[in-house]
């Protein structure tokens, strides 16, 4: 199995551009989530899924979108890069809510400039 | 006042110490708990799983205290490939389940 997986691994925008990361997974896990983590922080939830069609704002939602079309995907939207959105990206599954393991990609590094 | 505390350190310790990390929650919606490790510049990996009758996996042992709300981790004999940053999420339930992770606990293992 390959667990999660994210993709691109690495990106540079333009301020102003948009794009999507892209997360998959193939563990049939319900709970699907996105975090940010800058340099020496810890992670911050941006969206989280709790399934297919469902989805909610973490703690720093803004400038971000995400759908949840299916149980294995779930892709992050940036609208409209800013500076302030260079981090890495963590895209991060689990078997249901409180219960089970989370397991992670191996993380989006995003530089905008 | 946060719903996870846990000390950030960094925790430097040489090589054959034992060391040990407390995360103490409030309010904390999970039923199962994990302690995680993350090395620099990489994806959280699950360490390993904490039961309330304590949890051993070769030198590392970690616990439960539901009554007094808080996990533990123990690290036996310390590598130099134990340093990394050792996380203890917990979920809440506030209207929509979220998971969160806090900063961590740093650890450096020196010979």
């Known amino acids: 199995n390959a667990g999660v997986t994210q993709t691109p691994k690495f990106q540079v925008l333009k301020t102003g551009q948009s794009m999507t990361l892209q997360c998959a997974q193939d563990m049939n896990h319900e709970y699907m989530s996105w975090y940010r983590q800058d340099p020496g922080m810890g992670l911050r939830l941006i969206h989280y899924?709790?399934?297919?069609?469902?989805?909610d704002q973490g703690e720093v939602p803004n400038g971000y979108n995400v759908s949840r079309s299916t149980t294995e995907d779930f892709p992050l939207r940036l609208l409209s890069a800013a500076p302030s959105q260079t981090s890495v990206y963590f895209c991060a599954s689990s078997y249901s809510m409180g219960i089970g393991a989370t397991f992670f990609g191996q993380g989006t590094r995003l530089t905008v400039v | 006042r946060k719903e996870v505390e846990q000390d950030p350190g960094p925790f430097n310790v040489p090589e054959g110490a034992t060391v040990a990390f407390n995360c103490t929650y409030s309010?904390?919606?999970?039923?199962?708990f994990f302690w995680y490790r993350q090395d620099c510049r990489k994806e959280p990996k699950l360490l390993m799983s904490?039961?309330?009758s304590g949890n051993e996996d070769g030198r590392f042992t970690a616990q439960l205290n539901r009554a007094s709300q808080y996990i533990s981790l123990l690290i036996r004999d310390s590598k130099l490939s134990d340093s990394a940053t050792y996380l203890c999420?917990?979920?809440?339930?506030?209207?929509?389940?979220?998971?969160?992770f806090g900063a961590g606990t740093r650890l450096f293992v020196k010979a």
């Open positions: 309010n904390s919606a999970s039923q199962s």
């Open positions: 904490v039961y309330s």
């Open positions: 999420p917990y979920s809440e339930d506030t209207g929509g389940f979220k998971t969160i």
């Open positions: 899924s709790v399934g297919a069609g469902i989805t």
